[in-house]
């Protein structure tokens, strides 16, 4: 989830939903809202997404002005949600939804986040899904995901798969050196020797403990943590 002190966007299984505060001033929902999708209109190019603002009506040239904001940053309004969801603005919370279908052992079928950047200091990501990361996760950055979570690069941040407590997420990248790794309950933390050279890891929870292994031709070599 990212946000602002009035605007919230948040992914879930069913698309990208925007939580305006019903109390804030229009033109300041606008300008937090510009200023929340500086970063993210990169990866969000083409989607829709759905406005929750509890049991306020905004005028037509309101609803005009939000549309009009949404499209300049490649958005489109796909419609207001009359059902309220629990979300609170200074907490990071999940809402406890059906379990996704499975296909193969340790394998989540769901929504997934493709994100072709790297994550810098301070940036912190939360999604409803899967989350993939086209780039690094550095240091002072973190994702939290309630499936897994695939970085194509250095993970060195923070990385929570399986945040609403699913033991058969995993967290994977190419070099993985984070500062915290959790799934679901389990944390643990890079070692303090050298990582570099090692290769592609997978960790996940085998036998109640967070392992980590390295992939390679021959197959799987296990390695705890």
Avoid at 3 to 23: F, I, M, N, Q, S
Avoid at 97 to 117: I, N, Y
Wanted: aromatic share 6%; glycine share 10%.
């Amino acid at each position: 989830m990212t946000r602002t002190e009035h605007v919230a966007l948040k992914g879930t299984r069913d698309g990208l939903v925007l939580y305006l505060d019903p109390a804030a001033d229009f033109e300041l929902l606008m300008n937090e809202l510009d200023n929340l999708m500086k970063n993210s209109d990169q990866f969000l190019q083409g989607a829709t997404v759905r406005c929750y603002a509890g049991k306020r009506e905004f005028s037509e040239d309101e609803h005009a002005g939000l549309t009009t904001v949404l499209k300049q940053k490649g958005l489109e309004l796909a419609g207001w949600m009359t059902s309220e969801e629990v979300y609170l603005p200074k907490a990071r919370s999940y809402v406890p939804e059906e379990k996704d279908a499975r296909g193969e052992e340790g394998t989540l079928e769901g929504h997934c986040l493709f994100m072709e950047r790297t994550l810098r200091s301070g940036n912190s990501v939360q999604y409803e899904g899967h989350v993939v990361v086209l780039g690094d996760v550095n240091p002072g950055a973190e994702i939290i995901a309630t499936g897994n979570i695939v970085v194509l690069g250095s993970l060195r941040g923070v990385a929570h798969a399986g945040a609403t407590g699913d033991r058969k997420a995993s967290v994977s990248a190419y070099h993985l050196a984070p500062t915290q790794l959790r799934i679901a309950d389990l944390v643990t933390r890079a070692p303090d020797d050298g990582t570099d050279g090692r290769g592609p890891e997978i960790a996940r929870i085998k036998d109640d403990q967070l392992m980590v292994e390295a992939a390679g031709m021959s197959g799987w070599r296990s390695k705890a943590r």
